[in-house]
Structure formats: C-alpha cells, structure tokens
C-alpha cells in the first residue's frame, strides 16, 4: 500500500534549459511529500536528522505545466523497516517519473511500530527505486572513491530561504549547489557549453545520491569540488563533495548522459569526453 502524500504540478520556473524539472525540484517534492508522510503517521524517528541519503531515480522527463502525484511508504525488507520510498507519478495514467529511496539510521527505523498501521511496500517490489550505477551506502571519506582529487566547480553563499523549519539545509538548496557546478564540471571534462548548444545537446542526470553531512549555517560559505570517478560509452560518474568551513556538508553521487534535445534521446559521449577519462583515471591525491 502507498499513500498520497503529494499532489502538485510542474510550474516553468521550475523547468531549466532542457525544457524539463530541473533535479532540485524533485528533491524539493520528495521533501514534501517526506513531510507530510511523518506527520500523517506520526514518524518522528525519521527525521531528517537520522537520514543517512536520498537516492533518487529519474525515469521520465517532467515538463512544464506536468500534472504528478508522490505516494510514500515504508519499506520492509526480511518483515523490518529498512528505508522509505516515495515514487512520483504523472497523472493521469500513473506513469513514474521517478523515485526516491531514503535510509536512515538504524535506531530511528526500529523505531517504527506495526500498531501505526503505515503503509508498506515489500523490498523484493521496489527494484525500479533501488541504486542501479551507485553503491547504496552512504558516500564517505572512507569510501573507495574518497582517494579523488577534486576540481573546484562552485563557490557560494548560502541564504535563510535555503533551510527548512528545523533548521535544516534543504536538498534543494544542496541539489542547486550540483546544478549550478555542472556546467563547469562538464567543461574540464572537455564539454563545453558552447559545444552542447551548437548540438543541440543537453545535460541530464539519470540517478543521484545524496549523502548528509554537517548542517551549516544561513550566511554560511559553501564550496563545492567535482571528481570524474568513472566514464563509460554514454553514461559517466562524478562525486560533488560541499564543504563549508572545513566540514564535509553533503556528498552527491550521479550519473549523468548527453541528450539529443530533438529525440529527447541519450548520444554517445563525443571524442572530447576523453578527457574525463583521462580525469578519472588519473585524478588521485597522492
């Protein structure tokens, strides 16, 4: 069973160059939609303190003016809680447009009573939300991956309007951060874009992960630094690392393709994207 949890619409300024929700904003619903699945059933143990991630699968594109619906539920791996999926649809028909998978610690999902009567979903019925290109722990400086040097990608401030009630920076505010440093991601791996538009070309993620950190400030400096982890035919890996006086505030893992903005279909990556490659394989801290 899933339960309703948001009912909403595309708006344009939501919408980014390629004509489709830009990835913030699905963070932004699935936050919502977060909130009102704790306060209808009564979750405080799920608070956005003891989550660990949020992995997120795009599945469709969502344009302007897009009709969706987010049903949530508890999922139950082995008869236990073991992480929440909250799975966007386009209405009518019900097509997904994409999910979202959210660990937490695990003392705040034992916490979660039968007699609460939440809506569940069994592990084995989830696969279209579960990590496809990325690991499903959270990311971390003993990670395998935490060996890349970065390039530096963005520097900002960030603003009140950017954290929640709570206190807490909002993952729209954090996805914003990864929108914004793309661009200058994808031109030290050799796309630029100038390159993108004269092909009619655009940048498209295709799943993310979200890993929590330490929770800044309003006002506070932020700093992001991008590594290329991996690069294949047309799908490559890059690892966002924000930071925030020294402290590790988020960690975003995606996977990224090229679009043909006319078919709306996925290229290969071009002969320039050797250079990510080249990135990834050599890019290490020594």
């Not at 914004?180 to 050799?190: E, I, M, R, S, V």
């Amino acid at each position: 069973m899933n339960e309703v949890t948001l009912r909403s619409t595309v708006n344009t300024w939501q919408c980014d160059e390629n004509a489709h929700m830009n990835v913030q904003f699905y963070f932004a619903k699935f936050d919502d939609a977060d909130r009102v699945f704790r306060d209808r059933f009564a979750l405080p143990s799920l608070s956005r303190a003891m989550r660990l991630t949020r992995h997120v699968r795009y599945h469709r594109e969502a344009a302007a003016a897009a009709m969706i619906e987010v049903r949530s539920a508890i999922v139950q791996r082995d008869g236990k809680p073991a992480a929440v999926r909250h799975q966007m649809t386009s209405e009518p028909g019900h097509a997904v447009i994409a999910t979202a998978l959210d660990t937490y610690q695990p003392d705040a999902l034992a916490q979660i009573s039968a007699r609460l009567q939440v809506p569940t979903v069994d592990w084995d019925d989830i696969s279209n939300a579960l990590p496809r290109g990325l690991d499903i722990a959270p990311s971390g400086e003993d990670s395998d991956t935490s060996t890349r040097s970065g390039i530096a990608t963005y520097h900002g401030v960030l603003h009140p309007r950017d954290f929640a009630a709570d206190g807490h920076l909002l993952d729209r505010a954090v996805i914003s951060c990864f929108t914004d440093a793309a661009p200058h991601a994808w031109a030290a791996g050799g796309i630029e874009p100038a390159w993108l538009q004269q092909n009619k070309f655009g940048r498209v993620a295709v799943e993310m992960k979200l890993t929590y950190g330490a929770v800044p400030k309003p006002g506070a400096i932020v700093s992001l630094e991008t590594a290329f982890l991996a690069v294949g035919n047309t799908t490559f890996t890059l690892r966002h690392t924000l930071t925030s006086s020294g402290r590790i505030v988020a960690y975003g893992e995606l996977v990224s393709l090229m679009m043909d903005l006319d078919l709306r279909k996925a290229v290969p990556l071009p002969e320039r994207a050797d250079q990510m490659r080249q990135l990834a394989a050599t890019r290490f801290s020594q």
